[in-house]
């Protein structure tokens, strides 16, 4: 079965530092993974997606995140962080023939001025 | 253009009544999903459409939980004789085709609460 883990449930850097949020993921077979951002009361929204194309992939808002296959890896990452990140972040992974995405737990990011 | 919406944005519900929660996804789109996030949560899947066709209601919890989208389009959500671990929000998603790749767009959700 696959499973999703996002190490921190919350996660505070100051303004300007390296954002960095993980993702781990469990699949016996290739993933489909994404990172989806969620504003407080607004609708998820998608940050970047790995279909196998690229192991780099880069994002919306300076966002990117690599694929590393031998570390069952999916890392989130911006140089620089804005206060406009403050939000929580939720990686998911989706697999050949299953319809569903499988969601982490999600981080909640904290820019600090 | 319009994005995915829910509504009520919020219920409250009496333990043990019946609650129709609306998705009204993206024009078009074939695809259309039901998640329920508990608080601290991540999304959790319920189940999945095709057009009018329901393909996938693994994640539905109960028999109290029923889904529909009879014209391939807005689709109701309902739970029946409410209880107190049903309180979440429900989110709905579409995407514009099948396909393991395709970016799910999600409404801003419905934040059901059972007293």
């Known amino acids: 079965a696959q499973s999703v883990t996002q190490l921190g449930s919350h996660v505070s850097v100051s303004e300007g530092a390296l954002v960095l949020l993980r993702c781990n993921y469990s699949?016996?077979?290739?993933?489909?993974l994404f990172w989806y951002v969620q504003y407080p009361n607004q609708g998820l929204q998608l940050l970047l997606k790995?279909?196998?194309?690229a192991t780099l992939v880069k994002g919306i808002n300076g966002f990117e995140a690599e694929f590393k296959k031998s570390e069952t890896s999916f890392h989130l990452t911006k140089p620089s962080a804005h206060m406009s990140d403050a939000a929580e972040y939720f990686c998911?992974?989706?697999?050949?023939?299953?319809?569903?995405?499988?969601w982490g737990a999600g981080t909640k990011l904290i820019i600090k001025p | 253009g319009a994005g995915v919406s829910q509504s009520p944005r919020y219920k409250v519900a009496k333990r043990g009544q019946d609650v129709a929660l609306r998705c009204d996804p993206i024009s078009g789109h074939v695809s259309l999903f039901w998640y329920q996030q508990a608080l601290g949560q991540g999304p959790e899947f319920l189940t999945y459409?095709?057009?009018?066709?329901?393909?996938?209601k693994s994640g539905l919890p109960s028999d109290r939980f029923f889904a529909e989208r009879p014209e391939g389009s807005v689709s109701t959500l309902k739970i029946q004789r409410t209880q107190q671990e049903d309180s979440a929000v429900y989110l709905c998603?579409?995407?514009?085709?099948?396909?393991?790749?395709?970016?799910?767009?999600f409404g801003p959700g419905t934040r059901l609460l059972v007293l």
């Open positions: 998603a579409s995407s514009p085709r099948t396909g393991d790749q395709e970016t799910q767009y």
């Open positions: 790995y279909t196998s194309a």
């Open positions: 998911a992974v989706r697999v050949d023939s299953n319809y569903q995405l499988i």
């Open positions: 459409f095709q057009n009018e066709a329901q393909l996938d």
């Open positions: 699949s016996s077979v290739p993933p489909y």
